[in-house]
């Protein structure tokens, strides 16, 4: 069923939400101080492409105190309208009993999109 879901995804919007994401992780990654941010829209990328079954943990990297300000950061300049969208298309695709799998998925990317530095993206095919 998830691979079934994925491809849909895919079909219907996915790929070219994920293709948005990885232009933006690209244009980001042309300047120094973008390279951590690139990264983290890339991870978005990626959980745009393949969303049924992945999964999102906290990383398991050292502790420090720099992942708060970047995702001070990252809310601030993007982060908040990217939270936004997502919670717009869940609310909106969870309307009908078809669209609640999907709606789910998009609350999963806004939960990433709320605060992704310190975390990772698990996909299981």
Same mark, same amino acid.
């Given at each position: 069923m998830r691979f079934l879901g994925n491809i849909l995804w895919l079909v219907c919007g996915g790929a070219?939400?994920?293709?948005?994401?990885?232009?933006?992780?690209?244009?980001?990654c042309l300047t120094i101080i973008g390279i951590p941010f690139g990264i983290q829209v890339a991870k978005l990328g990626l =959980? !745009? +492409?393949?969303?049924?079954g992945a999964t999102i943990n906290v990383g398991d990297y050292p502790p420090g105190c720099i992942r708060i300000p970047m995702n001070l950061i990252w809310f601030i300049f993007g982060g908040f309208l990217c939270v936004l969208s997502h919670l717009l298309f869940?609310?909106? =695709? !969870? +309307?009908?009993?078809?669209?609640?799998?999907?709606?789910k998925q998009h609350f999963k990317m806004a939960e990433l999109a709320l605060a992704p530095f310190g975390r990772d993206i698990h996909i299981n095919f």
């Open positions: 070219c939400s994920a293709a948005g994401y990885f232009t933006g992780a690209i244009a980001l =959980l !745009c +492409l393949w969303p049924f869940c609310i909106l =695709l !969870c +309307l009908t009993i078809i669209g609640i799998p999907f709606g």
